[in-house]
């Protein structure tokens, strides 16, 4: 049994520390929704979006209310768009449209998986539906698009790694009057997960049941504090309590997950024990690397800071949930965490220092803006950068760049709510584009092949 | 079901009067009690049974926030698995 202390504790999480529960997502099958032609397959996705997730917000408000725990954002991803449109992918767009029409209803803020599968090579059909992006990314609101190019077991897909550089840099000039938003909701990975519930890379993969309850938790305003507590202790001791606090969050997820897939017809699928930071002050995850010791977040030791936290917070979560997948640690995008955002405007943290951060966190380059003159092949190198890291150390990386068209270092872009404001970050500015033009694969590393 | 019911904010006469003649008139029985004072700071932690109450746990949540607006008070009523959940292995 709970104590009163215990009670206590748990309502000032949710009061002054932003426990929540950041994500409720559905993912749903759309394989049942395959027809002859685009018209008649986006009529049936539209119909079958519409219908499984009718429900989820009010489901959500009931638990919230329930449990008293804010959960923040309620979403759907789906099955890789480019697989249920590879008959026609040039009217993939439709689909796309379908989707983001089916995701207004009311409570739903984005739903992912315009989304295509080419970490080994890219089939004719995801050629044309890669090159789709960037004009759904503008007509559509909600929509999010992703992009895997390389995986540890199959190397990487340079054609793809060039293109993505090219689609990026569409997706933020067709959008510029927005500061390039169509970027900020598309992803490049390498080691893509099937059952992820955080956006934009969100999508429902094959080896997925029908219809999934995933669910994302967060609280690095609770791992701050708890580590305020103890602002003496050696790095041990450090660990331990960000694992304790990893395990009470992620217990709350572990319980609206369970209860939110009964209550949806669901199967759970899994809770992601992800810390998500927003904008809020008090919600960031730079200020725990801060408060761990690193006088600014970009400084010497801010790699050793974020792995001992990532790791913490994985050993304390897997305990915590019966089922955990996702990305699972922490997450460092710069526009959605008011540090990242203070460090980048004062110059002391960098884009290498971030690519070296995401050696040892859950993502990769998120959420950064840089000059809008960046050759798509500079945009194309940095994500083959990144699924390196990813290829060689077995683990997911990302990027989500945005090219600030017209914009130059010490602007800054501004996409308001949860995705924040950036500043745009210099880039390295020598030529890249001919290694990027070999094209071919970067193939798959020794230690993969374990069969 | 059962729900925890804490109470917080300034101390002030008949704090417990009104909660409880409120919970009475929802159907909503009390178990157990819990109650201390920190300097001027009142906190109440109530373990309530809601077989009875004809309301739903999220609906009744929210009237009981907006009663304790009315009295100066900041109140929540959760289900008790959220602490069960957060705090036992």
């Known amino acids: ?451 | 079901m059962r729900a925890v019911v804490t109470v917080t904010g300034k101390d002030n006469k008949g704090i417990i009067a009104k909660v409880s003649a409120f919970l009475a008139e929802k159907g909503v029985n009390i178990e157990d009690i819990s109650q201390t004072i920190m300097g001027k700071y009142f906190a109440m932690i109530m373990v309530v049974d809601l077989s009875e109450s004809k309301e739903e746990l999220s609906a009744l949540a929210q009237e009981c926030s907006e009663m304790g607006k009315k009295i100066g008070m900041t109140i929540y009523m959760q289900h008790e698995d959220i602490f069960n959940a957060m705090h036992t292995v």
Request: net charge negative; glycine share 10%.
């Open chain 1, 1 to 451: 049994m709970f104590s009163n202390k215990d009670v206590l504790d748990t309502i000032a999480m949710v009061e002054k520390e932003h426990l929540d529960i950041r994500t409720i997502t559905m993912g749903i099958s759309l394989l049942s929704c395959v027809r002859d032609s685009a018209e008649e397959t986006a009529r049936k996705v539209y119909d079958l979006v519409c219908r499984k997730a009718e429900n989820i917000v009010k489901t959500a408000s009931d638990l919230s209310g329930e449990y008293g725990i804010p959960i923040v954002n309620k979403r759907v991803s789906v099955t890789p768009v480019s697989i249920i449109t590879a008959a026609f992918p040039e009217k993939a767009p439709l689909v796309g449209k379908a989707l983001d029409e089916a995701a207004a209803t009311p409570g739903i803020d984005f739903l992912g998986g315009y989304s295509a599968l080419v970490h080994k090579a890219t089939a004719d059909y995801e050629r044309i539906f890669i090159r789709t992006i960037p004009e759904v990314l503008a007509s559509t609101k909600r929509l999010c698009a992703s992009v895997n190019v390389g995986s540890s077991k199959s190397g990487i897909n340079m054609e793809a790694v060039k293109m993505l550089g090219e689609v990026f840099k569409e997706a933020a000039t067709l959008t510029k009057e927005q500061d390039g938003i169509g970027a900020a909701k598309l992803v490049a990975f390498c080691n893509a997960v099937e059952d992820n519930p955080f956006m934009a890379g969100a999508f429902h993969g094959v080896g997925e049941g029908d219809t999934v309850v995933n669910v994302g938790v967060s609280g690095p305003g609770v791992v701050k504090h708890a580590l305020e507590q103890i602002p003496n202790a050696d790095l041990t001791e450090a660990a331990e309590m960000i694992k304790r606090t990893a395990f009470k969050i992620t217990r709350a997820g572990q319980l609206v997950a369970k209860e939110a897939a009964k209550r949806l017809n669901a199967q759970f699928g899994i809770v992601d024990l992800s810390l998500a930071p927003t904008p809020a002050i008090g919600d960031s995850v730079a200020a725990i690397l801060e408060e761990l010791g690193v006088e600014t977040v970009g400084g010497h030791g801010t790699t050793a800071a974020l792995a001992l936290l990532n790791d913490a917070v994985k050993k304390g979560g897997v305990m915590a949930s019966s089922r955990v997948g996702g990305l699972s640690g922490a997450f460092i995008p710069v526009s959605e965490d008011i540090g990242m955002i203070r460090a980048a405007e004062a110059g002391k943290i960098t884009l290498d220092k971030l690519e070296a951060m995401t050696c040892v966190c859950s993502v990769g380059l998120d959420m950064i803006a840089i000059p809008g003159d960046t050759p798509a092949t500079t945009i194309a190198a940095m994500i083959a950068d990144e699924a390196a890291i990813g290829m060689i150390n077995n683990k997911t990386t990302a990027v989500r760049i945005i090219p600030a068209i017209g914009k130059k270092v010490g602007d800054q872009v501004n996409f308001g709510g949860l995705l924040g404001r950036a500043p745009i970050m210099p880039v390295h500015e020598c030529d890249s584009s001919r290694l990027i033009h070999r094209g071919g694969s970067i193939p798959a590393p020794i230690h993969s092949f374990k069969n």
